[in-house]
């Protein structure tokens, strides 16, 4: 009795298709039954019976992704944001270690950059066409971090700023 109760009460929510259905009336009415069913026992079946409207797959989340395999904006396109511009040309260390850690590198990295050709500004000109799959070559990049570092650094702020895609949850419930 006990185990027949216990398979009535699953809720039929949990059926994905006809066959799981099929399969659930035919094992709860393979339990043999000590007593007679009562009335709930019965109305309860007959409702998982009934049920035609089955989810099959559920809505997908959509993302728009830019694939593009060139820069979004040219080397000396910094005036199109005017703001990151003057914080690079105010203050360039700043600004790289503000773009380094937006980028999900250490803070202070780009403070290692010493000597003629820049090794942070090049492997981080490098790994970021890389990743967002820009093509280009390491000569055109060491040319540009050496003779245009603010440049660059611009460059690659306002790249991570256009690929940049937030996650939104929907639906998504908060711990109470």
Same mark, same amino acid.
């Given at each position: 009795?006990?185990?027949?109760?216990?398979?009535?009460?699953? !809720?039929?929510?949990?059926?994905?298709?006809?066959?799981?259905?099929?399969? =659930? #009336?035919? =094992?709860?009415?393979? +339990?043999?039954?000590?007593? !007679? !069913?009562?009335?709930? %026992?019965?109305?309860?079946? &007959?409702?998982?019976?009934?049920?035609?409207?089955? +989810? $099959?797959?559920?809505? /997908?989340?959509?993302? %728009?992704?830019? /694939?593009?395999? *060139?820069?979004?904006?040219?080397?000396?396109?910094?005036? &199109?944001?005017?703001?990151?511009? @003057?914080?690079?040309?105010?203050?360039?260390?700043?600004?790289?270690?503000?773009?380094?850690?937006?980028?999900? *590198?250490?803070?202070?990295? !780009?403070? #290692?950059? #010493?000597?003629?050709?820049?090794?942070?500004?090049?492997?981080?000109? +490098?790994?970021?066409?890389?990743?967002?799959?820009?093509?280009?070559? $390491?000569?055109?990049?060491?040319?540009?971090?050496?003779? @245009?570092?603010?440049?660059?650094?611009?460059?690659?702020?306002? %790249?991570?700023?256009?690929?940049?895609?937030?996650?939104?949850?929907?639906?998504?419930?908060?711990? &109470?």
């Amino acid at each position: 009795m006990r185990n027949r109760q216990s398979l009535l009460q699953m !809720p039929a929510v949990t059926l994905s298709n006809k066959n799981a259905l099929l399969l =659930f #009336l035919r =094992f709860s009415s393979a +339990v043999t039954p000590t007593s !007679p !069913p009562t009335q709930g %026992e019965n109305t309860h079946r &007959e409702a998982v019976a009934m049920t035609t409207k089955l +989810v $099959i797959q559920q809505p /997908q989340p959509v993302v %728009e992704t830019v /694939q593009s395999n *060139q820069w979004n904006s040219g080397i000396c396109d910094c005036w &199109e944001d005017k703001a990151n511009c @003057c914080f690079a040309f105010w203050c360039l260390p700043c600004f790289t270690c503000k773009t380094s850690q937006d980028y999900g *590198q250490c803070l202070c990295l !780009p403070l #290692l950059d #010493l000597g003629i050709v820049p090794p942070i500004t090049l492997s981080m000109r +490098v790994s970021m066409r890389q990743q967002y799959g820009i093509t280009g070559t $390491i000569c055109n990049d060491c040319l540009y971090a050496t003779f @245009c570092r603010a440049c660059t650094w611009c460059q690659m702020a306002r %790249e991570m700023k256009q690929r940049f895609q937030p996650i939104v949850l929907i639906n998504a419930r908060t711990k &109470e």
